[in-house]
């Protein structure tokens, strides 16, 4: 998550900031980090799985 954001703020007539606007790309890299986020969230508490065993099964299945 590393963007560099060039963001808009559209403000009321105090000068107040009551909106951001984001160009198309970035909001979309927003969207994808915070699935991603929320998939670790889920994941919390799932046990971990050993590289060793990632791996054994990735050369198996012809992926490594």
Avoid: S
């Avoid at 984001?22 to 994941?43: G, N």
């Avoid at 508490?45 to 012809?62: F, S």
Wanted: aromatic share 4%; no cysteine; proline share 3%.
């Amino acid at each position: 998550m590393n963007l560099k954001l060039k963001e808009k703020f559209l403000t009321d007539e105090k000068g107040r900031k009551e909106a951001v606007v984001l160009d198309v790309r970035t909001y979309e890299e927003l969207l994808e980090d915070l699935e991603d986020l929320a998939v670790i969230a889920d994941r919390k508490n799932e046990p971990a799985v050993p590289w060793e065993k990632v791996e054994r099964k990735l050369k198996k299945a012809g992926r490594l």
